[in-house]
């Protein structure tokens, strides 16, 4: 296990969160989901997150976080999801498949903690989404 040792607390908060896009379009592209990657590190490092794995398939992404026990799950997908939408629309501007109002996430999403499973394997089933295609 992965503990995270911090003044006051000693922790290992891990979840498996997926985000689909809104209507569960078909629209990302290899070069989109490394735009994700890269969005959603960068978003995960303002938020003291540890990103462990990250990947995603036309309609939806995958990712597997250890997170501080200051913020709460809902927080955190706020968060990463409004990082990562301004992000991708600033980077594919007039990319014309994302709708009327321009929403790239569902505002629905999933998330599980991760402790019964081990890491090894989730790790391994989020690296593997793309061969299931």
């Known amino acids: ?20 896009t809104k209507y569960r379009r078909k629209i990302f592209l290899d070069e989109h989901i490394e735009q994700l990657r890269w969005a959603f590190g960068l978003a995960c490092e303002k938020l003291d997150i540890d990103l462990q794995e990250f990947d995603g398939e036309l309609d939806h992404v995958h990712l597997l976080i250890q997170y501080p026990p200051k913020l709460s799950i809902s927080v955190i997908v706020n968060s990463l999801k409004a990082t990562s ?5 600033t980077l594919n501007r007039g990319y014309g498949r ?32 793309r061969a299931s295609e």
């Open 1 to 20: 296990m992965n503990y995270v040792q911090r003044r006051h607390s000693v922790t290992c908060l891990q979840s498996h969160l997926v985000f689909t």
């Open 85 to 89: 939408s301004r992000r991708f629309k």
């Open 98 to 129: 994302l709708g009327k109002n321009g929403a790239l996430w569902s505002r629905s999403y999933f998330a599980a903690n991760v402790g019964g499973a081990p890491i090894a394997v989730l790790k391994k089933y989020i690296q593997n989404q």
